[in-house]
């Protein structure tokens, strides 16, 4: 693909996210109590990196082995960028991150408008398979949280 090409999604992702990229990072996080057995997440997004945070539902009872996974998805579920990560989880720890780097990278021109209908899937599994978080977040959220405190 062509330099110009490639530079033309990042234009348009800089004039409809501008401000966004102003402050270099939006955040957006779920409601501060979530239903019992469910996990919360926090969103933070910039041109660079998704990094998304997930809060367990419960701490971490012994030393365990996770992987992490979480996929940048349109509407349709296509992914457009993903991350896995393996991570050991200790005793009291009730959180977890992981980063999608370049996000934006490979999402085609056609479709830089609908950026605010993109979604983060995530989920997070002990290696003894037993699924600790799953979901969908959207990623609109972080964008609108920014915009609503830059009012």
């Not at 910039?46 to 945070?53: D, Y």
């Amino acid at each position: 693909m062509s330099r110009l090409r490639r530079s033309v999604p990042l234009a348009l992702f800089l004039f409809f996210l501008s401000p966004l990229l102003q402050l270099g990072l939006a955040q957006s996080s779920a409601p501060p109590i979530a239903p019992n057995g469910a996990s919360r997440v926090q969103i933070a997004a910039s041109e660079e990196k998704i990094v998304l945070t997930v809060t367990l539902a419960q701490k971490i009872e012994t030393e365990a082995h996770a992987r992490i996974s979480a996929s940048l998805v349109n509407p349709d579920d296509v992914v457009w960028a993903a991350s896995n990560d393996e991570a050991v989880l200790r005793p009291g720890q009730n959180k977890v991150a992981v980063a999608i780097v370049r996000p934006f990278q490979r999402i085609p021109i056609a479709e830089m408008n609908d950026l605010h209908w993109l979604r983060v899937k995530y989920e997070v599994k002990a290696a003894s398979g037993e699924l600790l978080a799953s979901g969908i977040a959207a990623l609109r959220v972080a964008w609108l949280t920014w915009r609503d405190e830059s009012d």
